[in-house]
């Protein structure tokens, strides 16, 4: 069980089907400490609801509840759809690679996107599911990459769940985040609220790999509000 889960959509992504609340009571049941509510840039279509944003507070104390977006990567310059209006409320900056990028391009082209966003943007702290076989990821470049700039390499445990990455290639990227020295996040990417807080389906590759727990950022609460605190100014 992920104590605090980085990675969480609602409905207000088109591909989420519940409300903040339905996921703060779930996870107060599960006994997690919080998650990050990272509903989807604006260019895959969805919402970003700004009274949440503005206004929100989490009304249950045992649920620390952070607010963040996941972004998509737009071209190669490393362009991204960070909600501009909203940056003074947001706590925490995913970026991953989605089907409103063209499919097909090679690993070097991919892997250029995500290396010049990081470059380009320094809100970013984590890259997600950069193990999706359809935009193929060169991660020794991309872990040095991220390694530079402090910025965490998710494993996410819906990809191996649904086996929409193979276990062989996330246990080359946890191994190349291993060389590199980078630092990781482990993810629900919850869409579905069963999913929540869920991490059984990596825990294994983590151990195959022996990749250091300490290099875990969201490995409690604690270490997952220092990585978020450390980076809060590049979001302003
Ligand atoms: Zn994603
Ligand atoms: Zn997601």
Do not use: W
């Not at 009304?59 to 990567?73: A, F, H, R, T, Y």
């Not at 193979?166 to 579905?192: F, P, Q």
């Not at 151990?207 to 727990?213: A, I, N, R, T």
């Amino acid at each position: 069980m992920i104590q605090f889960d980085l990675h969480v959509h609602t409905f207000f992504s088109l591909c989420g089907i519940h409300t903040v609340m339905e996921l703060i009571h779930h996870a107060h049941s599960l006994g997690m400490k919080g998650f990050a509510v990272t509903d989807h840039g604006l260019t895959l279509g969805g919402r970003l609801n700004s009274p949440f944003f503005e206004r929100f507070k989490s009304p249950v104390k045992d649920v620390n509840v952070l607010k963040g977006v996941e972004c998509n990567v737009l071209d190669e310059n490393g362009t991204i759809d960070k909600p501009k209006l909203l940056m003074p409320f947001i706590d925490i900056v995913l970026l991953g690679i989605h089907p409103n990028s063209t499919s097909g391009k090679t690993v070097e082209n991919y892997t250029d996107m995500l290396i010049r966003a990081i470059e380009k943007n320094p809100c970013v702290d984590i890259i997600t599911h950069p193990n999706d076989p359809v935009y193929p990821v060169d991660y020794e470049s991309l872990a040095q990459a991220a390694k530079k700039a402090g910025v965490a390499i998710e494993l996410n445990n819906s990809k191996i769940l649904y086996n929409r990455s193979s276990i062989e290639s996330t246990t080359a990227l946890v191994e190349a985040c291993k060389r590199a020295g980078c630092l990781m996040a482990v993810n629900s990417d919850t869409h579905a609220i069963h999913e929540l807080g869920l991490d059984d389906s990596v825990r294994p590759i983590l151990q195959s790999v022996g990749f250091k727990e300490e290099m875990i950022v969201n490995r409690t609460e604690k270490s997952a509000l220092e990585f978020v605190d450390s980076r809060v100014e590049r979001k302003r």
